[in-house]
Nanobody, 122 residues
Framework: QLQASGGGLVQAGGSLRVSCRAS????????MGWFRQAPGKERELVAS????????LYGDSVKGRFTISRDNAKNTVYLQMDSLKPEDTALYYC?????????????????WGQGTLVTVSS
């Protein structure tokens, strides 16, 4: 199971870090990703990271502002979000990959957390 946490309300320009911890299954063998879904919009990739912590991929809208990282010893993946904008408001989901290497497609992931809500006020 994947348990996301750390969401909340932040002002535009601020920062927030969300976390995702896996239980009952080690993260270390496969890629992990963060997706988000805003009201009325499709779910989109935010970031993905390979099994070793390399090969990070980012959605175009968050490049240069967000950073994905992982700590395999803690079975946890993080998403550091800086310079937040109101359009970053969404439910953020973590996802467990089916392969060791990062991927952009939904089909690259086989398990999903319940989501944590991030709200950015203007």
């Amino acid at each position: 199971q994947l348990q996301a946490s750390g969401g909340g309300l932040v002002q535009a320009g601020g920062s927030l870090r969300v976390s995702c911890r896996a239980s009952g299954r080690a993260l270390s063998n496969n890629a992990m990703g963060w997706f988000r879904q805003a009201p009325g919009k499709e779910r989109e990739l935010v970031a993905s990271i390979g099994w070793s912590g390399g090969g990070a991929l980012y959605g175009d809208s968050v490049k240069g502002r967000f950073t994905i990282s992982r700590d395999n010893a803690k079975n946890t993946v993080y998403l550091q979000m800086d310079s937040l904008k109101p359009e970053d408001t969404a439910l953020y989901y973590c996802a467990g990959g089916r392969r060791p290497y990062s991927g952009k497609s939904f089909s690259d992931y086989i398990s999903w957390g319940q989501g944590t809500l991030v709200t950015v006020s203007s």
